[in-house]
């Protein structure tokens, strides 16, 4: 995500381009195919509001700097009420269409095992969730630092064909949406008490993915935990979570008050694939089979792709990197997106958008200071390069908290909405003012 992102923009200002990836001659876990910005988690870019959300902010900065990343987002999107969710393979095949026939960029295929030489000049190192093992020992020497790491968990995917739709119906949490199809794009499996004690008495006992002995002090990022783990924490965590049962009516029984829902989101164009909302997990393949069937709606369901965890890599960039993303002992080379220790798709690629235009500036001898921290992008890349205790350094999503205040105005002196309209309304003047100077 955030190498495509920067190679656009820099092939875009008329400098040549060189894009490095490794698929599929070296393939991931995770990736199933050898096109770039392969979507290996979920297929939403979450809220796509830019009035009261954070992540809604970003789209609209990034769509204001030429972000390829939301243009083919936007052209291969599906319903997913006030959020934007994509049809993976449709997406990802665009985007690789795209920088493929733009005649500043060159794709070579293959994996790049250490460090570029610094005859290759401005390098941006990109190289996502899943960064191999001979680049991450490379970067480890040259930074003297102790391997930072977390797990990141994939959540099944459904064939729309075979939910039970006498228990299950269509319904975005509180009819949220401008359309039909938006305020219908989830489908929702409802729970009674006894139903939902009896999964979450199931799933604490399912067989779990063991892990290395070297990934055993590995941690997991809190904003993707598998369902197991958050079930672990309290009963009632998956219920107040992924599994809450407010803002829905069921039609098959509108009297009944659900005690929990288990909502699916659309994962392609054609309707015909869901992924479970939430339901990361480390279960073995199996045991995923024999509990998600415990759903009611579930019961006979058929899986395009079982879930899965895999171990995500990021450096301590509030340590090593300086405010224009170059690793200060060696100016040469960027970092941009997952490896930087942000989190989430639009936030890697934000990232590499940022790395590209200051690589642009660099060629140009141009001074471009990093966009200021009012701004969705300019919070990012403020919190990752010193915002952040490097000591305590974890991934981040873009969120208000890491903005300013507006005016001085904290909390319960102004309600949210006008405080979040106040933050955005802020941004927006601020962002396309340092987009043109």
Known sequence: MAGSEAAWHIANAGIPVILHEMRPTVKTFAHQSENLA??????????????ANAVGLLHWEMREAGSIIMEMGTQHSVPAGSALAVDRDAFSQAVTDKLLAHPMITLERGEVTGLPPTSWGQTIIATGPLTSHSMAEAVLAETDETALAFFDAIAPIVYAESVDMKQAWFQSRYDKGETFEEQTAYLNCPMDEAQYNAFIDTLLASEKTEFKEWEQDTAYFEGCLPIEVMAERGRETLRWGPMKPVGLTNPHQPDVKAHAVVQLRRDNALGTLFNIVGFQTKMKYGEQARVLSMIP???????????????????????????????????????????????????????????????????????KLSPPNTTAMGALVSHITGGATAKTFQPMNVNFGLFPPVDNVKGGRRNRKDRYLAYTDRAKVDWISWLRN
């Open 38 to 51: 392969e979507l290996v988690c979920s297929n939403s870019f979450r809220s796509d509001d830019d009035t």
């Open 297 to 367: 709606g579930l019961e006979n369901a058929e899986f395009a792709r079982l879930g899965g965890i895999h171990r995500n890599t990021f450096i301590n960039s509030p340590r090593l990197l300086d405010d224009q993303m170059r690793l200060k002992s060696r100016p040469d080379i960027r970092f941009a997106g997952q490896i930087t220790g942000v989190e989430g798709y639009v936030e890697s690629a934000a990232m590499g958008l940022l790395a590209g235009i200051f690589a642009v500036a660099q060629v140009r001898g141009e001074n």
